[in-house]
């Protein structure tokens, strides 16, 4: 009799079934559910398609309108002042010239004079007019809720310039007395005998742009008031920052867009449409690695299965020649002569030498042969060995009934009469 020579070789023999057993499970389980598969994946590659095209060419759902600026102009302006000194003093000579200065003195500086410069910037202009007036506004005003309680009214300056260009600049000059002023409320106070609220000294600017500019038809107009406070002898010109007198105008138009899709829509359609599209991918690839179940894949995964589920009312055993004596009747399952076997009180055995399963009756034996695995390994060296036990036990082994290993068979002996072939045995290779 020949054996292995460690039990190394049953180890790699069982990693090989199990092997075998997970690749022709993958192979069917792959071609049953294939069909679906395709269906499911297709489907996620046509949703995901018409997602994207949603999202990206052709976008749904109501347009958003929204204001687009179509042109921009500003009219500008902006203003100066400064005084000259009329008596000389220890700090500025008579006939020094201030400039914008923060403060001036009454006493030494009492005419302010001023220019208001205003004008437009834009990319095109025609026939375009800028008119630009001064006034002083001297009133007593209640502080708490505004009531004006007297009023006079002085023009300082006007001017009315045509034809005037982007960024051409229109002046309009103004002095303003402050000393006389002053001198001039004194008395309306005076004649009033009273001076109710608080009295204001104000310029009063106002700037107009008429003419096509930027391709239409413009007509805006603007005023401003910069206060002059005197207190103390001193008088300042609170004429805020340089833009103050610059005002932009803008034109919308209204303009529809098409609403901007959120991102389960444009990150999700281009998702299902590479889950589609690497799902069919991989269906192709196993499709082509693991092939086609066979009939006989299907017919063994069957008796696996049968094995297993029935594997606690199996019990195997090295059978004598005369326990296969006699009439026999071949079960086509494994699972069908099991069922017999339970039905009829019998044990049912299995013989790991003969790869046979029966179940014994006084009148015949009903006996299933497993069928091969799909793929065996078998030695070259034991296939050429005549022992037909050790053959047969290797085809036992191959076939995964669980049965004991070579190892474990070693010291099994055939009964009498061994040797003669019997119904379920394999005997010599063809």
């Not at 109710?196 to 005023?223: C, K, Q």
């Amino acid at each position: 009799m020949w054996f292995r020579s460690t039990e190394t070789d049953g180890a790699t023999e069982e990693r090989t079934r199990a092997d075998a057993e997970h690749r022709v499970r993958l192979r069917v389980l792959l071609a049953t559910y294939r069909t679906g598969a395709v269906v499911v994946l297709v489907c996620l590659l046509a949703a995901g398609a018409w997602v994207s095209y949603g999202a990206y060419a052709a976008p749904t759902g109501e347009a958003e309108t929204a204001r687009q600026v179509e042109t921009t102009w500003t009219a500008t302006g902006n203003i100066s002042h400064g005084a000259s000194v009329t008596e000389p003093t220890a700090v500025y000579p008579a006939g020094a010239r201030l400039e914008n200065e923060p403060l001036y003195y009454s006493a030494v500086s009492p005419t302010v004079n001023g220019t208001f410069v205003g004008g437009y910037a834009a990319d095109s202009a025609a026939d375009v007019s800028v008119s630009l007036t001064v006034e002083l506004v001297y009133q007593s005003v209640d502080p708490d809720n505004g009531t004006v309680y007297w009023r006079e009214r002085e023009p300082l300056a006007a001017t009315n310039e045509t034809a005037v260009q982007p960024g051409e600049p229109v002046t309009a000059a103004f002095d303003v007395n402050v000393s006389a002023v002053t001198a001039r409320i004194d008395r309306i106070e005076s004649d009033l005998g009273a001076s109710p609220g608080e009295t204001e000294l104000l310029l009063v600017l106002e700037r107009g742009i008429d003419g096509t500019i930027d391709g239409a038809e413009r007509s805006v107009a603007e005023d401003y008031t910069v206060p002059i406070a005197v207190a103390d002898g001193t008088y300042r010109v609170e004429d805020g920052a340089s833009d103050a007198y610059d005002e932009s105008y803008e034109e919308y138009e209204a303009v529809s867009a098409s609403p901007a899709a959120g991102p389960m829509r444009s990150l999700g359609g281009p998702l299902l449409v590479a889950a589609g599209l690497g799902g069919l991918g991989a269906l192709v690839v196993a499709s082509r690695r693991f092939g086609e179940p066979t009939a006989a894949d299907r017919e063994w995964l069957a008796y696996r299965d049968d094995r297993e589920q029935f594997d606690e009312v199996i019990t195997v055993l090295l059978l004598p020649d005369a326990a296969l004596e006699g009439p026999q009747a071949h079960v086509d399952t494994l699972a069908a002569l099991a069922a017999y076997g339970i039905d009829v009180d019998t044990a049912i055995v299995f013989d790991p030498d003969r790869s046979v399963y029966a179940v014994r009756r006084d009148d015949f034996v009903a006996v299933f042969e497993p069928p091969r695995p799909p793929s065996i390994a078998v030695d070259d060296d034991i296939s050429d060995r005549p022992d037909s036990s050790s053959e047969t036990g290797s085809e036992a082994d191959a076939a995964g009934d669980g049965g004991p290993a070579p190892s474990e068979r070693r010291n099994h002996t055939r009964p009498t009469g061994a040797d003669a072939p019997t119904a379920g045995e394999p005997g010599e290779e063809d």
